[in-house]
């Protein structure tokens, strides 16, 4: 059984963001690469690109995990050899934690984000509104997954029989606060 968001769908919606606030040059900054959900989201990152003029190059991927320790050293590295003229204009995260990570990478490396660099996170954590610069995210409807998911489970238990799965699949909010720059 599985309760979940639309990971395509919420990447391609924030791409698409951003794309119509004219940014040229995003990056997505990957998870773990055997989680499903990074795939997905690396799925709707790359599907934004097909709606649009600008082209999707694998490089635009960039793995980082999804702790901040990691996310935060591999962000410093990841602009340790770039020139100014090839950072990119934004940054899609994998997730919330990851992309406090990178700002606080960022802001140690002299970018400003949203200035230099537009950030968005994924989940909506409790940090991301009260952070220095408030992130742009992906709210998931936490409370209505807890919800779905209990009454699977209730349903399972209760049932004299084997159930077959169910797969339930909610749609996201776009939260746009002051990490990203239109």
């Known amino acids: 059984n599985v309760v979940a968001i639309d990971n395509l769908r919420a990447i391609k919606k924030a791409v698409k963001y951003l794309i119509d606030s004219g940014h040229t040059k995003i990056v997505h900054f ?10 997905e989201r690396i799925e709707g990152f ?4 097909s709606e649009c003029t600008l082209v999707f190059h694998k490089d635009m991927i960039v793995p980082i995990g999804s702790h901040y320790d990691e996310a935060f050293a591999r962000t410093r590295e990841y602009f340790k050899n770039k020139t100014r003229e090839e950072y990119p ?38 940090y991301a509104s009260i952070y220095p610069v408030p992130l742009t995210t992906i709210r998931a409807p936490q409370q209505e997954i807890g919800r779905k998911a209990a009454e699977i489970l209730i349903r399972n238990i209760e049932s004299p029989k084997l159930l077959p799965p169910e797969r339930i699949v909610l749609e996201t909010e776009f939260v746009v606060r002051q990490s990203s720059r239109v």
């Open 89 to 126: 204009t934004a940054i899609v995260c994998f997730n919330d934690l990851q992309a406090l990570a990178a700002l606080a990478a960022l802001r140690e490396l002299g970018i400003d984000v949203p200035r230099d660099i537009s950030l968005i996170g994924n989940d909506d954590i409790y």
């Open 46 to 49: 790359r599907h934004a690109f």
């Open 30 to 39: 990957a998870g773990p690469p055997q989680s499903s959900h990074t795939q």
